[in-house]
């Protein structure tokens, strides 16, 4: 009904279809961000109130060391559980991938579905289950590494300072993996037959084929993968939380931006937590956030003008 | 070209494949077993012999008995089901009319709300929990399952935009002009042309709303962790918490809130990676 | 989705929200004469709904209680989430000292200072839960606990270990267990840090710093915690790694229960707490010793720690139930029935009572032998950032695992505690 359009009435129909969905976008989602980035200015008194500071916050975080000793392990600690995901979650998915999309292979939708499992589970349990599997206690892991000969270098490494994030980190890898994996295999599936078929022609190797042609056409999920991991990385929290408690010890050897956020906002034992304070973590968390995700648009620019029409 | 070799080698390749494959499968289920198991051995067993399944002799429920007695694993469960469903079904409905809209029509702001929602799919809603705390608390809100089914279909509204709306883009343009041309109001053209036609994408976002929201500890921890509110995470979190020195319920536990998921992921599993090849997510 | 199918989900998803909207009105309803119990006690639930609340229904029969416990980990965020809320229960259970004070300040909890039954407790029991200027008692003491030594006795029969005194007596006993048989000599771990602090560092140096004389001293800044008297309890607690059995850096409190009560280790860090637990979980006997003092040192401490304590909420809308609800439980039923059904929780009213368990009389004992005091930083020194309570779990725990060195424990707690507060500077 072109008549519709050329009269110009007022798009009711517009209204109706974002309306909605938009209300509570904005009000559970879009305000409280703005919010919690103007709370992170105020400071809160003893009888509640709250009074504007300016960036006295941000200064304490990150120039204050009682503040900014914490902040900065956290930081540190969570871009190490980053690069760890980085370095061996994301090859191995990437491997996996390029296997199940081998032509002609057998068993391939079970192998897809059992490795994907793990990325079903919620975090917390996959925490309790390695917990029990590591603990010197029950001995699981211990008995195994006898067994194969590497008894001595079992140890409780969730209890170490020098290993606790490291292990908790693999843990992670050992969930998330099949994320990764299904993404770029759907990448992989997704690139034209005759495309490989001209190369084989050509005398490419499998290995050639891979790097020359198969790998430059993955790189956008590629980067799509990393996002998605650093994104989930900076928000982390549940793991920590359950397998070593909000306050992330060893000597806050396992703490991450998440986990400092909890503690900061909701305090912990007889530490009180401050809503103030907790909203400049989140707002630097956020920033954080931002900067990788500006990087990420700017590698990857194509991406953004594609969704905006 | 000699055929012979890489027929070889095709089988080389495919035995270190099929290896390479089934090593990390058992590395990804081994954990879940082990839990599994254990979860029907007497205390003595698990303890002694970790590995080994249970006999008649070492087959225990005591675990599922305690955790039945001492938790409301069925009221955890419901929470779940409820605060999973709900989120679902609005975050498809809202997502779909916005994925619409926005790709559909040109109109002023259509960008600036793309943009919008676009952030939404990488800036994580947890960082707002200061002031989604504040706000629930003046909704009086605060512990109930309301609290969590509205973040939760904020959280779910970006990504679901995104992937329908890649779909919606795909539905051919003669489809909807001739509907327009016989005078089918707009709504109807989305409800009973568009709404079908991308039922399979919704399915891969039903999926993909479904996973954070189920597994989500953060936001029934803060905004319904008591009073018989606690999504099945959270209880199982908070039953381990005060159980874990009784290994039978901690791992009863474990297994109950294990074994509907794989049920559940069994069931949509297909549908969840016919989404996922199909380009759902780019 | 089609048409059909979007009906159906609407229905049922209108079913859905219909029941939720039901239940919580239902819930509301109920409310106007029950009254809700907030605690992080949740393993006292059952006694609480089995025994103490029926108790109290035979003589109020009109007013509902409910108990309703957080577990401990997430009790103050929760509380404080569900406070700010107005949704949290009409009674709160009361941590001691500053965090229930600043409750008070916020004006969530009452002023109990009118509440009959009040005289039942001495200034010593109500310390924990009064403004600085001793006018408002904000919560009703319920009970301390007492730190100490549980030991498995079937296991010293057998290697025919008789009670240390002493220091040199403790380490030879650890000594002898460890060269002897296969058991863990002393059972801790330090995977959740609080016990490293609380078990260990509150639990054995009272003897060092002298109890309540080190306590006060430390308030007023005449002592500082790089002082010897401090670094010589964190030297002790140095030498206990050896002791604690292989993998106790990743040890949780759960795991050393389970170990103790599996017959597997000797000696078990405690508070009195522990008694009902390893009442039920234990086969064997057990009994209990007070911290073994340095050489040479005739008097002996031991934490006595006013522990737990129940407030009125300000938001409550049944503060008459409430308040009658108090002033039965500062009453000798209470006391009686409290101090025998949680062994271990020792009641702080002035009654008296008799209390059955053996091992909970052992550690009662120790009243009349040693000087009390309680936990050195729970009063004041946590008020500022960073807090010395979660200060010293994290240098007792390092202690501990031998990352580090006792002096450099006392000066890093010392160095947090000068930064805020001003006695120390």
Not at chain 1, 165 to 184: A, D, E, H, K
Not at chain 3, 213 to 241: C, F, T
Not at chain 3, 362 to 370: I, K, P, T, V
Not at chain 3, 393 to 413: E, I, P, R
Request: glycine share 6%; with cysteine; proline share 5%.
């Amino acid at each position: 009904m072109t008549t519709i359009r050329a009269k110009k009435a007022f798009p009711w129909h517009i209204i109706f279809f974002l309306g909605p969905g938009l209300l509570i976008y904005l009000t559970v989602s879009v305000y409280p961000l703005l919010d919690t980035l103007r709370l992170s200015l105020y400071n809160e008194e003893m009888n509640g109130d709250l009074t504007f500071t300016g960036l006295s916050n941000f200064s304490k975080l990150l120039f204050d060391v009682v503040w900014s000793d914490p902040f900065w392990n956290a930081t540190w600690n969570n871009l190490k559980f980053f690069v760890v995901h980085m370095l061996i979650q994301n090859p191995i998915g990437l491997l996996l991938a390029v296997l199940l999309s081998s032509p002609k292979l057998r068993l391939r939708n079970s192998y897809r579905t059992l490795i994907f499992l793990p990325t079903m589970l919620s975090v917390v349990i996959i925490g309790f289950v390695w917990q029990l599997l590591l603990s010197p206690l029950w001995g699981i892991t211990e008995n195994f590494m006898w067994d194969i000969g590497l008894g001595d270098y079992f140890d409780a490494w969730l209890g170490k300072e020098s290993s606790a994030l490291f292990t908790l980190s693999l843990i992670s890898v050992w969930q998330f993996v099949g994320l990764p994996m299904m993404l770029i295999y759907a990448a992989l599936l997704g690139i034209p037959d005759e495309l490989i078929d001209a190369s084989v022609v050509d005398g490419s190797s499998a290995w050639q084929t891979f790097w020359n042609l198969k790998l430059p056409l993955i790189m956008p999920t590629i980067g799509m993968v990393s996002i998605l991991t650093f994104v989930a990385n900076f928000n982390a929290f549940e793991l920590i939380y359950t397998v070593k408690g909000a306050l992330a010890g060893p000597n806050f050897a396992t703490d991450i931006m998440g986990t400092l956020f909890y503690r900061t906002f909701f305090g912990f034992q007889l530490q009180e937590g401050s809503l103030t304070m907790g909203a400049a973590v989140a707002t630097l968390m956020f920033l954080v956030i931002l900067v990788g995700v500006a990087l990420y648009l700017f590698l990857f620019q194509r991406r953004v003008q594609r969704f905006a029409l | 070209m000699n055929f012979a070799l890489p027929m070889k080698h095709n089988r080389g390749k495919a035995l270190v494949t099929h290896a390479v494959l089934l090593t990390y499968t058992l590395i990804a289920l081994f954990p879940i077993f082990v839990v599994i198991v254990n979860s029907f051995k007497s205390r003595k067993a698990i303890f002694n012999d970790p590995l080994a399944l249970p006999t008649t002799e070492t087959f225990s429920l005591v675990g599922f008995e305690e955790v039945l007695l001492r938790s409301e694993f069925d009221v955890f469960f419901s929470n779940s089901l409820i605060v999973s469903v709900s989120s679902i079904f609005f975050v498809l409905l809202f997502g779909a009319m916005m994925a619409w809209a926005l790709t559909e029509y040109s109109f002023k702001g259509n960008l600036l709300i793309g943009m919008l929602v676009a952030m939404g799919i990488m800036i994580p809603i947890r960082l707002g929990t200061v002031s989604i705390l504040e706000l629930m608390s003046s909704l009086h809100l605060v512990n109930t399952l309301w609290a969590l089914i509205f973040v939760y279909i904020a959280q779910g509204l970006p990504l679901a935009v995104y992937i329908l709306s890649e779909f919606i883009k795909q539905v051919p343009k003669e489809l909807k002009e001739a509907a327009r041309c016989d005078g089918v109001s707009e709504i109807k053209i989305f409800f009973t042309i568009i709404l079908p036609l991308i039922r399979p994408a919704m399915a891969t976002v039903a999926v993909f709303t479904m996973i954070p929201i189920w597994n989500d500890l953060w936001f029934p921890l803060i905004l319904a962790p008591s009073d018989g509110n606690q999504t099945i995470t959270l209880g199982v979190q908070q039953f381990v918490g005060q159980y874990v020195t009784d290994w039978n319920s901690v791992l009863a536990s474990l297994t109950l809130a294990i074994v509907p998921v794989l049920i559940l992921y069994m069931i949509f599993s297909r549908q969840l990676i016919r989404g996922l090849t199909s380009g759902a997510v780019k | 989705m089609s048409n059909s199918h979007m009906k159906k989900a609407t229905k049922t998803i209108a079913a859905l929200a219909a029941g939720v909207a039901l239940a919580s009105t239902s819930f509301a309803a109920i409310s106007a004469e029950k009254l809700v119990i907030e605690s992080w006690r949740n393993d006292d639930s059952k006694i609480w709904s089995d025994v103490i609340i029926p108790e109290f229904k035979k003589s109020h029969p009109e007013i509902e209680v409910v108990f309703a416990p957080t577990t401990p980990a997430d009790y103050v965020p929760v509380l404080n989430a569900k406070l700010k809320a107005g949704t949290a229960g009409d009674l709160i259970t009361c941590k001691p000292f500053d965090a229930s004070l600043s409750l008070y300040n916020k004006g969530h909890l009452d002023s109990l200072n009118d509440l009959a039954g009040m005289e039942n407790f001495s200034d010593v029991a109500k310390s924990a839960w009064i403004t600085d200027d001793g006018a408002n008692p904000f919560c009703l003491p319920m009970a301390s606990v007492i730190h100490g030594f549980i030991y498995n006795k079937e296991i010293f029969e057998e290697l025919k270990l008789s009670v240390p005194k002493t220091e040199s007596e403790f380490f030879k006993v650890l000594d002898t267990i460890k060269s002897e048989s296969r058991y863990t000599p002393l059972v801790m771990g330090t995977a959740d840090q609080w016990e490293a602090a609380t078990m260990g560092f509150q639990n054995v140096g009272p003897n060092y710093w002298k109890g309540e004389e080190g306590r006060k001293n430390l308030i007023s800044g005449k002592d500082k915690l790089s002082d010897p008297q401090y670094v010589k309890v964190w030297e002790h607690m140095a030498k206990w790694g050896p002791y604690m059995g292989r993998g106790y850096e990743a040890q949780k409190y759960s795991d050393s229960q389970n170990l103790f009560t599996l017959g597997r280790g000797a000696i078990y860090p405690a508070g009195s707490w522990d008694i009902s637990t390893f009442n039920t979980q234990a086969d064997f006997k057990f009994g209990a010793f007070y911290p073994p003092t340095p050489d040479g040192q005739d008097t002996c401490y031991i934490s006595d720690h006013t522990d737990i304590a129940l407030g009125l909420n300000s938001a409550s809308k049944n503060k008459k139930a409430a308040k009658t609800f108090l002033t039965w439980m500062a009453g000798k039923d209470f006391a009686s029935l409290y101090s025998n059904q949680l062994p271990g929780f020792f009641s702080l009213s002035n009654h008296k009572i008799e209390v059955k368990d053996p091992v909970a009389q052992e550690f009662l004992s120790w009243r009349g032998q040693c000087k009390q005091t309680i936990r050195n930083s729970y009063q004041i020194l946590s008020r500022g950032e960073p807090n010395l309570e979660n200060e010293l779990w994290n240098v007792s725990v390092q202690v501990l695992n031998g990352t580090m060195k006792a002096q450099a424990a006392g000066d890093q707690a010392e160095k947090s505690l000068a930064n805020w507060y001003k006695p120390h500077q």
